[in-house]
């Protein structure tokens, strides 16, 4: 069955970095992208950005793309998630989703969700 | 960016109540428009994909409708396991964005 595993749960302090990795299994790791969303505690959901593991392309979100890298190790269907300075705001649930791309198909399966909690 | 409006931000229902939501795009979107239902401490799950096409797996309770720029979902006959947020997204364009999200829960 399709599944996504993403890491453990995070606290870093105020200007640092945080890594999320999300392990894929069942499909085909290059025929879908994976977007990264966010969701603050009690909050909605926030696209923060694609990659194409076929093509390595990417596309971020306006609010982070100046803090945010997302790359793919293809050789274990896994993607990551790299957030730089961060801030009390970005204490958030963050989920990483298969993607079956724009006008194509939504968001269809997710992680488990990642628990980053930035505080000094 | 693409603005969703979803209405209710939140309901109170009972078991085997109808129940409709509805969501709307500041532009056209066509159909592609998908209906999520959360619960606490889990990830969206997909309902509805292609704005009322019926993800696998999903009781078929479950239905959603529009095109453009108006959208509705409904959940025909409440059920306990239904109590939840619900969230609409459009996957029309880049940014993907979402409802503020309806939240079900028990009169």
């Known amino acids: 069955q399709i599944q996504l595993v993403q890491s453990g749960a995070e606290v870093k302090k105020p200007g640092a970095s945080v890594t999320v990795s999300c392990k894929t299994s069942?499909?085909?790791?290059?025929?879908?992208?994976v977007s990264w969303l966010r969701q603050a505690p009690g909050q909605g959901l926030e696209w923060m950005g694609w990659?194409?593991?076929?093509?390595?392309?990417?596309n971020y979100a306006q609010k982070v793309q100046d803090r945010l890298n997302l790359n793919i190790d293809i050789s274990t269907s896994t993607a990551f998630m790299e957030l730089r300075s961060l801030r009390s705001d970005d204490t958030a649930v963050y989920y990483c989703s298969r993607d079956g791309g724009i006008a194509v198909s939504p968001t269809d399966y997710w992680g488990q969700g990642t628990l980053v909690t930035v505080s000094s | 960016d693409i603005q969703m409006t979803q209405s209710p931000s939140s309901l109170s229902a009972s078991v085997g109540d109808r129940v409709t939501i509805t969501c709307q795009a500041s532009q056209d979107v066509n159909t592609y428009l998908g209906w999520f239902q959360q619960k606490p401490g889990k990830p969206p799950r997909l309902l509805i994909y292609g704005a009322s096409n019926l993800e696998m797996g999903v009781p078929s309770r479950f239905s959603g409708s529009g095109s453009g720029t108006d959208f509705t979902f409904t959940i025909a006959s409440l059920q306990p396991e239904d109590f939840a947020t619900y969230y609409c997204?459009?996957?029309?364009?880049?940014?993907?964005?979402f409802g503020g999200g309806t939240r079900v829960d028990l009169k």
């Open positions: 997204q459009q996957y029309d364009n880049l940014p993907l964005t």
């Open positions: 069942g499909y085909t790791f290059t025929a879908y992208g």
């Open positions: 990659i194409s593991p076929y093509s390595g392309n990417t």
